[in-house]
């Protein structure tokens, strides 16, 4: 007999799973492609990587004998209202995070450390076509059922919905381990998790994360696209009255947003006691990502 539903204690499990499985995949690639690979190898590590992810969702569902297209909300229609106040949100919040972002990197290279980059910025490895299969498209569905589909949905019985929306946000943008974007993907983990469980749909997560990582790499065509743009140090008369424009436009379509759709996310499994062995296994994946977001510092 399959569960139909994931519970408070398969939180720290399944992040377990998908760190390890990060870890794992993140170093059988290496040895395969290389450290440093460029060009098309680098194009196909990022989709092995990102298909390896979402596959550890579906290693956790069958270890546990839990159905995942159900325990994710994979099978429920998505509604149009969560959807279109998620895209209008994740766009003013793009704009908002931008100079935020800028600041946060600044105030790193201040104290001496290296300014973090991304690798899809090396022009090496410049190609419109991985951009918008490996970048855009993979990570919306790969990225989603492992961390709205499972992680999200086992702190929705948290006793504090802002507690499991803070738990979630906390974990994408750690699992990520990449400085660059850590304001941004809290936030933006945070918010796509409040869409998938208010709207009881995984796919709502999957349109708004399809519609950030789209909206972020077509910006990078644009003059917009370029870090400089962004920099209050050098360029405040512009960047800081778009921040705060961003920033207050996210917070009108969030309020908006709960004013006027209908909430399925109920807390069900308030009753059940903690599991000590998930939280353990939670704190350490949680401090292996620490310990990777860390030493990206250094590289």
Not at 124 to 130: D, L
Not at 222 to 238: D, I, P, Q, Y
Not at 262 to 271: F, H, K
Request: proline share 3%; net charge positive.
């Amino acid at each position: 007999m399959h569960r139909l539903n994931y519970e408070k204690k398969d939180l720290g499990y399944s992040f377990g799973i998908a760190v390890a499985v990060m870890v794992t995949a993140s170093l059988a690639l290496s040895l395969i492609f290389g450290e440093n690979a460029v060009g098309w190898k680098f194009w196909l590590e990022q989709a092995l990587y990102t298909l390896c992810l979402g596959g550890s969702a579906f290693l956790y569902a069958a270890f546990v004998k839990t159905n995942p297209i159900a325990a994710s909300k994979l099978n429920v229609k998505p509604r149009l209202a969560h959807m279109g106040w998620g895209i209008l949100a994740i766009g003013c919040l793009i704009f908002g995070m931008m100079p935020l972002n800028c600041m946060f990197l600044d105030a790193i290279e201040a104290i001496g450390l290296n300014r973090p980059k991304s690798p899809f910025d090396d022009p090496a490895n410049a190609s419109v076509a991985g951009l918008l299969l490996v970048a855009t498209l993979l990570p919306a569905f790969c990225e989603e059922f492992i961390f709205r589909g499972v992680v999200a949905q086992s702190a929705a019985g948290m006793k504090s919905k802002l507690a499991a929306l803070a738990v979630s946000g906390a974990l994408f943008s750690l699992f990520h381990a990449n400085p660059a974007q850590t304001l941004h993907q809290f936030v933006l983990g945070a918010f796509i998790t409040l869409l998938v469980l208010r709207s009881g749909s995984l796919w709502t997560g999957i349109a708004a994360h399809l519609f950030n990582n789209a909206f972020v790499v077509a910006l990078n065509y644009t003059e917009l696209g370029k870090e400089e743009f962004w920099r209050v140090s050098t360029n405040a008369g512009t960047a800081l009255p778009i921040m705060f424009a961003g920033l207050i436009g996210f917070a009108l379509c969030v309020f908006g947003y709960l004013k006027t759709t209908r909430s399925v996310w109920t807390v069900t499994n308030d009753g059940q006691k903690t599991d000590s062995a998930s939280v353990i296994v939670l704190v350490a994946s949680a401090a292996v990502c620490l310990v990777l977001w860390v030493s990206a510092l250094f590289v």
